[in-house]
């Protein structure tokens, strides 16, 4: 029996979530004392998640470079089977969110999602899961033969155990999907906001798009992906790609930045999983203070170019 993982890459590199899926597991084979199998696609070198433990490799090439989920699904269906798995574990990506449910069904499996924690028991499985859009947690537990879990993005963290990886090639099932992906709209970030540790967003407060050197001048010091609220987005300041919230991107860095960010519930319950949020905003009534965990009451065009200053002195 064994513990099956999806990794995910991007041109050809794997992303920061791939490499923490890969430590979640690795966690979970330990105390189950089964073998981890990672499963790639389209990724020439996947040496890398040796640092992480990873027993065997799966390399899959498809026949196009962009995400399929009936594909991918069918072929991890047929390495679950395979293997014999037990566990299956993803993160909750765009991608993962939408593959996971489908793999569950290809190998009749229970479904996990919102994971935030490595389960608490393993015969029957109970696993920790945020609900309500993170304001509460609830354990659920399951009988069922195979689960997959879907781990939320810096839930668990990179944990390094340094291994020999078996590779082996694995082809590719279409399976029965008459979708195709035309083309990818790709963000321009140095930091993309999915494998960001910190964000920093802006919003209407800025007053305008010429303005927005101050979230980038501060995100190029952190190291920071940059963000923007639905009504900037709306109004064509920033692309819809750093729109996050409920109905753009959720974030669940460990530090958000709000700037000029009113705090609507929408945006609100996209940015709740961040473990730290910052807010900077002129009006002492604004909704976010109340969510956030540290609040600057001022103006943004005075205390962003400050801070900005304090923060290269000390890095």
Sequence with gaps: MSIVIYVESQQGTIKKAGFEIASYGRAMADATGQKLVAVVFNQEDASSLNTYGVDLIYSVSTPHPNFEVEGFATTLAAIVQQENATLVALSATANGRYLGPILAVKTSAAFFSNVVALPS?????????????NKAFNLTTSAAPCSVLCLNSNAFGLHEKISTSEIKEFTYQAGNSTLAVTGVDQATNKVTI??????????????????????????????????????????????????????????????????????????????????????????????????????????????????????????
Excluded at 241 to 261: D, F, R
């Design 121 to 133: 028991s393993y015969e029957p499985i109970k696993v920790k899961r945020s609900c309500f859009t």
């Design 194 to 315: 999915a494998d960001a540790d910190i964000v920093v967003s802006g919003g209407r407060g800025l007053k305008g798009p010429e303005h927005w050197h101050l979230i980038e001048d501060l995100a190029e010091v952190l190291g920071a992906a940059t963000a923007c609220s639905k009504p900037v987005s709306d109004m064509g300041w920033r692309p819809h790609s750093e729109h996050v919230g409920q109905t753009g991107k959720p974030v669940a860095s460990n530090l958000y930045i709000a700037i000029g960010v009113s705090g609507a519930i929408q945006h609100l319950a996209g940015v709740s999983a961040s473990k730290v949020k910052v807010v900077i905003n002129i009006d002492p009534e604004a909704p976010f203070f109340k969510a956030a965990d540290y609040g600057v009451v001022g103006d943004a065009f005075e205390v962003v170019p400050q801070l900005i200053e304090k923060l290269k002195a000390r890095l």
